[in-house]
């Protein structure tokens, strides 16, 4: 079964514009990761939030978790081309060791 | 360094024949895992080791599915008398230690059953 589920499921900017994608999930936390996907093969690990962090940033990337909402956020600012792709969040629930996907949002950034 | 590899990249297969699917984890990652994602969807996971032995597999879907990871490295899939609904990739990830950590994912095995 899938816990979280991203919103929206996809999305369509014009480069330079910022994305943002939702992830909602349904039980307490170890962790919340954020996971892309291009060609539907090979996920590459883009960021990790813990349970007790609200706000995590890496290069063009800015991540928030909001545990009380059980909800959590994707910000990639000044988007490229190169950024289409599926964006998954995924959890690991407490007491657990692996992770939970989300369905994905997937986003096309056009020239 | 190599990053997880998995072979074969494609594999088709008729209804009713068994067939493994092999992943290389990074060297030195202790925890493995296997994972099934069917189209338009995010991955499903199937089964979880830590080192040679399975910490859970509570997500393999029956007994048709079985996995091994004998010598606490390589690790083999296999999936007997396989179904039409098994067709799906089926992804391979590593990590450090235990899932707490991020994963490192191969590229996949699409399997499709005639």
């Known amino acids: 079964s899938q816990q979280g589920e991203e919103d929206p499921q996809a999305l369509s900017i014009q480069e330079g514009e910022n994305a943002t994608m939702n992830c909602s999930y349904k039980t307490s936390i170890n962790n919340l990761q954020w996971y892309r996907q291009n060609s539907g093969r090979g996920l590459v690990h883009l960021i990790l939030i813990r349970s007790n962090e609200r706000e995590k940033h890496s290069g063009r990337l800015r991540v928030t978790l909001d545990t009380s909402k059980k909800s959590s956020s994707l910000l990639i600012t000044a988007s490229r081309a190169a950024d289409t792709a599926s964006y998954f969040c995924a959890t690991v629930p407490s007491g657990y060791s692996t992770l939970t996907f989300g369905k994905g949002t997937m986003l096309l950034v056009s020239p | 360094g190599a990053g997880v590899s998995q072979t074969p990249s494609n594999k088709v297969t008729e209804k009713g024949k068994y067939v493994e699917l092999r992943c290389d984890p990074i060297s030195g990652h202790t925890a493995l895992y296997w994972y099934r994602q069917s189209l338009g969807q995010g991955p499903e996971f199937l089964i979880y080791f830590q080192g040679t032995g399975a910490a859970d597999d509570s997500g393999l879907p029956n007994d048709r599915f079985f996995a091994v990871r004998p010598e606490g490295s390589v690790s083999t899939l296999k999936i007997q008398r396989t179904e039409r609904g098994d067709s799906a990739v089926y992804l391979c990830?590593?990590?450090?230690?235990?899932?707490?950590?991020?994963?490192?994912f191969g590229p996949g095995t699409r399997l499709t059953v005639t």
């Open positions: 990830a590593s990590s450090w230690t235990s899932g707490l950590n991020e994963q490192y």
